[in-house]
């Protein structure tokens, strides 16, 4: 079975999972942050090299203060609960996305994390909060244009491989396998870019049930696909 370098997950299905249970959506966020934990140990195990996870898009500032206020407190969770064991395990951890609107306690925690784990080379997890592809696009954009402006780059270099690396994700391995949890069947602004050719898995599981079975399930259908990029197949 060939294992994808990189996987990105769309974790979704936490607020269903915890309304089937008679809990509060809160209570499901909790389970599902755990359950990232798992699910990225889990393909460390697998021989995964890059795991990006979606944990907050800039959309979901859209949702109650309440719920807003408890999402900005996981990498908080994540740090003082996990961040001794990503150390053990030789796990860098990186956050992409907005920097400029979290509140200071889960900036601070964002920092923390990745400097306490940016020595780690063999395996990543790249958690995305705050990010939108959309601003993404627009901010490496705007940076294309002042640095054409300024003579930094030519126009005519302008191609591919320079956008990508403009973006977040500029020193990270082309994404091989997208799983969306929880039946949703759209990308809600989740690296859209980054997408272009990766292969795309949506399961029914809510996110919090999304186990190690679950990945290897996905992992198999993943084996089951024939990327031709474009091309066609070899005789
Ligand atoms: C995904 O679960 C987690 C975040 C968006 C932060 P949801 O909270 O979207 O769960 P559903 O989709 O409402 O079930
Ligand atoms: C996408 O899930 C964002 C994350 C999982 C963090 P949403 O639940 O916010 O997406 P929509 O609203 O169903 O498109
Ligand atoms: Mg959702």
Redesign the pocket.
């Known amino acids: 079975m060939i294992i994808p370098k990189h996987i990105a997950f ?3 299905g936490n607020g269903r999972w915890a309304k089937a249970k008679g809990k509060s959506r809160t209570f499901g966020h909790k389970a599902g942050f755990k359950n990232l934990v798992e699910v990225v140990k889990a393909c460390q195990e697998l021989g995964v090299e890059t795991v990006t996870c ?4 800039t ?2 500032w859209n949702r109650p203060a309440s719920e807003v206020s408890y999402l900005m407190d996981v990498p908080s969770e994540l740090y003082s609960e996990k961040g001794k064991e990503f150390v053990e395990k030789q796990i860098k951890v990186r956050f992409i996305g907005r920097r400029d609107r979290v509140p200071s306690h889960t900036l601070k925690a964002i920092v923390s994390i990745e400097e306490d784990t940016k020595e780690f080379t063999k395996f990543e997890v790249v958690i995305a909060f705050d990010y939108g592809s959309y601003e993404e696009l627009t901010t490496s954009i705007k940076k294309i244009a002042r640095d054409a402006i300024d003579g930094t780059i030519k126009v005519e270099d302008i191609d591919d491989n320079l956008i990508s690396n403009y973006l977040y994700t500029r020193d990270l391995p082309p994404i091989d396998l997208m799983v969306r949890t929880s039946g ?1 069947h ?1 990308l ?1 602004n ?1 690296l859209l870019w980054q997408l272009a050719y990766s292969e795309l898995y949506f399961p029914k599981t809510y996110w919090p049930d999304f186990n190690k079975n679950e990945l290897l399930i996905a992992i198999n259908e993943y084996n089951k696909r024939n990327r031709r990029f474009g091309s066609i197949e070899e005789e």
């Open positions: 769309i974790m979704d979606y944990a907050f898009s959309e979901n949703e759209r809600s989740y």
